[in-house]
């Protein structure tokens, strides 16, 4: 049970609020932007997803630059609020096909109606965006995907097997085409987020990926979908068949460590051929999420030099090298150094010749910061360099003379890359 919900801007601006229970103050809103923009409690510099002021448990999540919020005066699940916030920020998504500032105030009829069939006094009603068409009966008004940011620096990579439309990921699920007619399209995203931490001398300490494969299908008559997953793949680290798997082509195994399915994914034949079967319902949802352990060669090496140039001054040598080929190349690269608290004057020096390369020294919170705007262009995702995760997409319908449109992308994200000094 949740008494309040609203969604804030970077700045603080109020742009959607619901106040479900009238059991916490009006004002919730202000309290909280200041107490997260503040916060000085426990050493940490940003707030943490949950936190109590005054009585009050405050949950958050950040999407898209957005705060979605919500409070409660109860003791309830941490985890299971976080979870809502992120299944409205989809929904809405799925309905409007962008989700910024700017969507969200040209369609707040529209969001408050989805807030009121979601949420009942407190209440999670349904979080289906399929359930929820039939209740929900105002069309999106349209906004210019052009705008919209590209994609952040956290991004390493993105590669398509086909150069992807500008409207890949922003189409509202209820809006038609112009004409009324409905282009029968469905898109797959392979998103991996990298976690790896490199020692003082340069060694890997840790090395972890999460994946996940999501899936936005704009289908009509909802077919079935095949996803055919590489063959050089096992689940776990244990023994017999299924753990075991390898293929003829003898180019080794790539282990999952654990992993887990959408409920209207069907595992028939999965074990046999690695297939997956399902019938995708409306909006965006992940096929399959998992994580991987293995061994896998970094995108980037980072090594760091610290030397005293005097008694109160200290040189610091950076180099990040890239492990993959000049054929190759990344997304906006953002490299970020902690200084120490008394550090009042920084100079940077770049190699000769270097271009498109920004330097920047954080005073309020003593921080380094060097970045890079490169292009994007890479060949596969970085869990799976010698192999595509998704072999094919088949759909079972048959649509007469033309064929549907299938798009898949790969995504590789920095989730934590961090260099030890």
Known sequence: ????????????????FRDYRGEV?????????????FWEDGGLEEAPPVFNVDGVNYFHVKVVGLLFVATTRVNTSPSYVLELLQRIARVIKDYLGILNEDSLRKNFVLVYELLDEVIDFGYVQTTSTELLKSYVFNEPLVVDATRMPPLGPATLFAQGTKRMPGIAVTKSV????????KREEIFVDIIEKISITFSS???ILTSEIDGTIQMKSYLS??????????????????????????????????????????ESV?????????????????????????????????????????EEAGAHKAEVILKVRAE????????????????????NRVSFELEPGASGQTTDFKEANKRLELSEDVNILYVQSLAFLRNYMVKYLQIAKKYGTHEPYRWVRYVTQANSYVARI
């Not at 049970?1 to 959607?16: A, C, E, K, P």
């Not at 103050?25 to 923009?37: L, M, W």
């Not at 000049?326 to 953002?334: E, P, Q, V």
Request: with cysteine; hydrophobic share 35%; proline share 8%.
């Open 1 to 16: 049970m949740i008494s309040q919900f609203f969604v804030l801007s970077q700045r603080g601006d109020n742009i959607v």
């Open 25 to 37: 103050p009006k004002g919730s809103a202000e309290i909280f932007f200041r107490k997260v923009k």
């Open 174 to 181: 209820v809006a038609t085409e112009p004409g009324g007619r």
């Open 201 to 203: 001398s340069g060694y």
């Open 221 to 262: 008559g909802n077919p079935e979908i095949r996803l055919a997953l590489n063959d050089d793949l096992a689940i776990g680290r244990g023994q017999g068949p299924v753990y075991g798997y390898r293929s003829s082509t003898g180019s080794g195994v790539v282990v999952l460590d654990d992993c887990n399915f959408h």
């Open 266 to 306: 069907r595992l028939d034949s999965f074990e046999v051929d690695r297939t997956l079967s399902l019938v995708p319902p409306d909006g965006e949802f992940p096929v399959m999420n998992y994580r991987m352990t293995q061994e896998f060669k970094p995108p980037f090496r980072i090594n760091a030099l610290i």
């Open 324 to 343: 993959f080929a000049s054929s190759i190349t990344a997304n906006t690269i953002k490299v970020q150094m902690p200084l120490p608290k008394y550090t």
